[in-house]
C-alpha cells in the first residue's frame, strides 16, 4: 500500500509504503500520519471489482477481506472530506497514460502483472467508459485447463481457470513452482511465461486497439519477464494488424497509482 500527499495537485509529497493488511480496518491506524485539517479530497486505487457505485469492493482475490466492507463510508468518516475509489490497475495506467511511458499517446492499454493480472484502457487521458471496470487478467487462454491441469485445485473460487491471470501471475507461479518469481531462475519457465503473456496481449491488441501497450507490476518491473522476448513472441503469432502497437515498460515504477490518483484530481471539485 502506498500513500502520497500533494499540496497543490500538480505534484507529490511525502510518499510512504506499508505491507496492505489482510483485514481492511486496520488501515486507519497506518493512515493517521495523513490525517489533518484541511484535506480537499482522497483518491483510492484499489484491486478488485469495485460495485457500479464504487463503495465498496465485489471481488478482489488478493484482499479477500476487504470485499463488502463499506470501504468509501469508512474513508469519509475518517479523513472527513470527499472519497474517491477506483480499480488500483486502472489507476496505474492513468498514470502511466498521463505522466509516464504513455504520455505521448493517445489510446493506451495499461497491464500490471505481479501478485495478480490486471490493467485498463486509457483513452485521451481518461480511464475509458466501462461498466464493471477491466479485467484483462481475467480472460481465457486456455479452456480446457490443459497447460497446468493442477490448477483445477488452485484458488478456484477466486481466479477463473484457464485464465492468464491462473498461470503467470505472482501468486499462480508461487503455488505451481513452491517459490516467490524472484527465486524462480530457470529460463525455460519464464520463457513459457512470456510466451502465455505474448498470447494475452495479442487478445488486448484486437480487443482494444491501442496506440501502445504499457507493461507494469513488479514481475516487469523487475526484468524477471523480459518486455522484448515479449514482443519477439508476438511478432511470430500476431497477424490481424499490418503493425504492432508500441510495447513499453511502465516508467513510473511502483508510483504509477499515485501519479493516476494525481490525475484524477482533475475531475474533483476542490
Wanted: negative net charge.
Amino acid at each position: 500500500m502506498r500513500v502520497a500527499t500533494s499540496g497543490d495537485g500538480t505534484l507529490l509529497d511525502q510518499i510512504k509504503s506499508f505491507d496492505t493488511p489482510k483485514n481492511f480496518d486496520e488501515i486507519f491506524s497506518l493512515l493517521m500520519p495523513f490525517k489533518r485539517e484541511g484535506i480537499k479530497a482522497v483518491l483510492c486505487g484499489i484491486a478488485g471489482v469495485l460495485d457500479k457505485e464504487k463503495l465498496m469492493l465485489l471481488r478482489s482475490p488478493n484482499l479477500p477481506e476487504w470485499v463488502g466492507k463499506p470501504i468509501k463510508k469508512k474513508l469519509q468518516e475518517f479523513f472527513n472530506t470527499q472519497i474517491y475509489l477506483e480499480n488500483d490497475a486502472a489507476l496505474a495506467g492513468l498514470g502511466e497514460a498521463c505522466y509516464g511511458a504513455g504520455r505521448d499517446y493517445g489510446i493506451v492499454s495499461y497491464l500490471t502483472i505481479s501478485t495478480g493480472i490486471g490493467g485498463a484502457r486509457i483513452v485521451d487521458k481518461k480511464i475509458d467508459a466501462n461498466s464493471w471496470g477491466f479485467e484483462p487478467g481475467q480472460q481465457i487462454i486456455d479452456l480446457d485447463v490443459t497447460i497446468w491441469p493442477e490448477s483445477k485445485n488452485f484458488n478456484s473460487e477466486n481466479l477463473t481457470l484457464g485464465s492468464i491471470e491462473s498461470y503467470i501471475s505472482g501468486s499462480a507461479l508461487g503455488v505451481r513452482y513452491g517459490a516467490y518469481p524472484f527465486e524462480i531462475k530457470d529460463p525455460q519457465i519464464w520463457n513459457e511465461v512470456e510466451k502465455l503473456l505474448a498470447v494475452a496481449l495479442n487478445n488486448v491488441i484486437v480487443f482494444w486497439s491501442p496506440d501502445i501497450i504499457i507493461l507494469g507490476g513488479g514481475m516487469v518491473l523487475d526484468s524477471a519477464i523480459s518486455v522484448d522476448n515479449v514482443k519477439d513472441n508476438l511478432k511470430k503469432s500476431f497477424k490481424v494488424f499490418p503493425e504492432l502497437p508500441v510495447i513499453l515498460k511502465a516508467e513510473l515504477g511502483d508510483k504509477s497509482g499515485l501519479y493516476g490518483g494525481l490525475k484524477m484530481v482533475d475531475k474533483v471539485k476542490l
